[in-house]
Every structure is written in structure tokens, then in C-alpha cells.
């Protein structure tokens, strides 16, 4: 089967834009490449090496991948995308000169040459991710995260999702129940299980990310702690604790305890309400996939629905807000 391969180079700033722009036109697959120059500064508190830059991406740029349907207008797409692209100034995103590409290209070049960058990561001190393809051998009180994200967003790769994995780790105790919001791969759900969580109530809006979360929860044996639904952001909450099927209870009882949500800032933004009323008091709200020139915005947002800053957690220039329901 061939399908479309839009290519897009761009800054770093602009990833999570590009990338949300391109699943709004219904792209198959998405895949993100940033800089592996060797001046990038890189996590090496696990002990990680770092001899041999990882690809030749200039320092703050990246290079961004959407895979279509063959028969898709690409002239037609590639117009919408520069047209969207283009406005992201308008909200202090800098795109810089990026530059769009179009190819033809074979499935198996795309849907599975990737896994063979995928190797198991060390995120933290207790978390590992392993990809369902490869063999490990965990040392003791390590935890395992295994992992076949297949369409959706989330390896554990992107900073992102490796802060919200470290921050997961500094505030669950032990028998939390949380909401995680735009789960994607389920990977945070999964985490959040592995370092003590009791239930997790995981949302994506999403189909392909649900139905990967729901695989990945399974493949780690988590489906009696792990329920996946389909929800526009905390909607289903408003459901009277039903899910998409009228039938089904939720495994949560709102408020819950810690809320996570991995997504773009100016989403966040949106129901920072909805989070501090599905929290208990002292409850705590996890919100990564902000990029530094929103870190104003989103503390103001937070502290103006009645949050308290716990702390913000960086890596590159991307930071996770850790929030405190008074």
C-alpha cells in the first residue's frame, strides 16, 4: 500500500501545533524527529552517555512527518497547513523558514522502520519503557513500562512525556486515583500504575489512541486497574458516570486525587475549570506539553482558577506545572 508523506522542517517551538495540525486532517500516522546535536543538553542523571549526535537536525529545529491515504488532495492540504502554520505567529509561536515537502512512500517504510530507533529507555528512577519487540532484563525495583504506541503519541522519547513520567513519580504515594487527559499511548496511565496508583481513568479524544491505550493496558496486565474511554477532554465526567456506551460505570469516583494531562498549552488553558473541580482538595494537577513561552500564560491560568504552584519541572525548553488544589 502507498501512501502521501508530507514532510515539514521547523522549529521545536512549533511541534505540538504542527503535529495537532496535521491529525485535524486526518493524517494516519505522525512522527517527530528534533536535534541530535550533541551541544542539545541532554538528561544524564541515570548515568546516560552521550558520544555520537543522533542525526544532523540543526540545534532548535525538527523535523515532522504525516503519513495520508493515497488519493488525498496534498496540493489542497499542503495549502490549509501552510495557512495554519503561517498564523502561528499571531500567538508567539515562531515557525521559523520552515520548508513542506510531499513524497510517495511504501507502508513498511513508515509503519514499522521507525521501531528500530525505539529501544528501552531509563525515564526515572524506577521507569522503564520496552517496547513490545525488544528484550530486557529490568534490574530489581525496576518498573516496566511495555509499549507499542503503534499510531498514537506517546514513546516516553519526547521530553514532554518523560517530565510527566519523572513528575508522576515524585507525587504518587500509593493508591491515588487519576484522571489522565489526552493519554494518547496510555503510557502515563500505564506509569501511573506501575509507581502505585490504584485507578486510572485514561481519555483520549482520539479513537487510534484509544484503542492503543486499551492494547497497551492489556499488555501490561492493568485492564482492572486501566479504563480507556473516548472523551473530549473531561467530558465524559458529565455523562453521569456512564461512558460512551450508557452502560458502563467509570473506575474513578470524582473528585479524584491527581490529574495529569500531556497536551498542548493553549488546550490547557481551555478547562483548567473542569480540572480544579474533578480534583479533591489537595488534589494534584500534573499539566505538561508547554513550551517556554507559554510558561506566563499557563501560571496565570492555573493560579487564576485557585491552584497553587508546586513546582515546574523543565527538560529542554519544555516544563511540566505541578498545581495543588487548595
Given amino acids: 500500500m502507498k501512501w502521501h508523506e508530507i514532510t515539514i522542517s521547523t522549529s521545536e517551538q512549533s511541534i505540538e501545533m504542527i503535529t495537532n495540525f496535521l491529525h485535524e486532517q486526518d493524517a494516519d500516522g505522525v512522527s517527530i524527529e528534533e536535534s541530535g546535536n550533541l551541544n542539545r543538553k541532554r538528561d544524564t542523571s541515570l548515568g546516560q552517555?552521550?558520544?555520537?549526535?543522533?542525526?544532523?537536525?540543526?540545534?532548535?529545529?525538527?523535523?515532522?512527518?504525516?503519513?495520508?491515504?493515497?488519493?488525498?488532495?496534498?496540493?489542497?492540504?499542503?495549502?490549509?497547513?501552510?495557512?495554519s502554520i503561517d498564523q502561528l505567529r499571531e500567538f508567539g509561536i515562531e515557525p521559523g523558514d520552515y520548508k513542506i515537502s510531499t513524497a510517495m512512500v511504501d507502508e513498511e517504510d513508515w509503519a514499522e522502520a521507525w521501531k528500530q530507533y525505539f529501544k528501552p529507555l531509563r525515564v526515572s528512577d524506577h521507569l522503564t519503557i520496552k517496547p513490545t519487540w525488544e528484550s530486557y532484563e529490568s534490574d530489581e525495583g525496576e518498573q516496566i513500562i511495555?509499549?507499542?504506541?503503534?499510531?498514537a503519541f506517546g514513546t516516553g522519547t519526547h521530553p514532554t512525556t518523560a517530565l510527566c513520567l519523572r513528575t508522576l513519580e515524585k507525587v504518587i504515594q500509593g493508591g491515588e486515583s487519576v484522571i489522565d487527559v489526552?493519554?494518547?499511548?496510555?503510557?502515563?496511565?500505564?506509569?501511573?500504575?506501575?509507581?502505585?496508583?490504584?485507578?486510572?481513568?485514561?481519555?483520549?479524544?482520539?479513537?487510534?489512541?484509544?484503542?492503543?491505550?486499551?492494547?497497551?493496558?492489556?499488555?501490561?496486565?492493568?485492564?482492572?486497574?486501566?479504563?480507556?474511554?473516548?472523551?473530549?477532554?473531561?467530558?465524559?465526567?458529565?455523562?453521569?458516570?456512564?461512558?460512551e456506551e450508557g452502560t458502563t460505570k467509570l473506575n474513578v469516583a470524582v473528585p479524584v486525587d491527581v490529574v495529569v494531562a500531556n497536551i498542548?498549552?493553549?488546550?490547557?488553558?481551555?478547562?483548567?475549570?473542569?480540572?480544579?473541580?474533578?480534583?479533591?482538595?489537595?488534589?494534584?494537577?500534573?499539566?505538561?506539553?508547554?513550551?517556554?513561552?507559554?510558561?506566563?500564560?499557563?501560571?496565570?491560568?492555573?493560579?487564576?482558577?485557585?491552584?497553587?504552584?508546586?513546582?515546574?519541572?523543565?527538560?529542554?525548553?519544555?516544563?511540566?506545572?505541578?498545581?495543588?488544589?487548595?
Fill in 49 to 83: 552517555w552521550y558520544d555520537q549526535p543522533l542525526n544532523d537536525i540543526p540545534e532548535g529545529e525538527a523535523v515532522i512527518k504525516g503519513y495520508f491515504l493515497e488519493g488525498t488532495d496534498m496540493n489542497a492540504l499542503e495549502q490549509q497547513l501552510r495557512v
Fill in 146 to 151: 511495555e509499549l507499542d504506541p503503534g499510531m
Fill in 182 to 243: 489526552g493519554t494518547g499511548s496510555g503510557i502515563l496511565a500505564i506509569g501511573a500504575c506501575r509507581l502505585g496508583a490504584d485507578r486510572v481513568l485514561a481519555l483520549d479524544l482520539d479513537p487510534v489512541a484509544v484503542s492503543s491505550a486499551i492494547e497497551n493496558a492489556n499488555l501490561n496486565r492493568l485492564e482492572d486497574r486501566i479504563q480507556v474511554h473516548l472523551s473530549d477532554l473531561l467530558g465524559v465526567l458529565n455523562t453521569g458516570q456512564t461512558g
Fill in 264 to 326: 498542548l498549552a493553549e488546550i490547557i488553558l481551555l478547562f483548567i475549570d473542569d480540572v480544579y473541580a474533578a480534583l479533591k482538595p489537595g488534589g494534584i494537577y500534573i499539566a505538561s506539553g508547554i513550551y517556554m513561552n507559554k510558561e506566563d500564560v499557563v501560571d496565570q491560568g492555573l493560579r487564576a482558577a485557585g491552584f497553587e504552584i508546586v513546582e515546574i519541572n523543565r527538560e529542554d525548553n519544555w516544563m511540566a506545572f505541578v498545581a495543588r488544589k487548595p
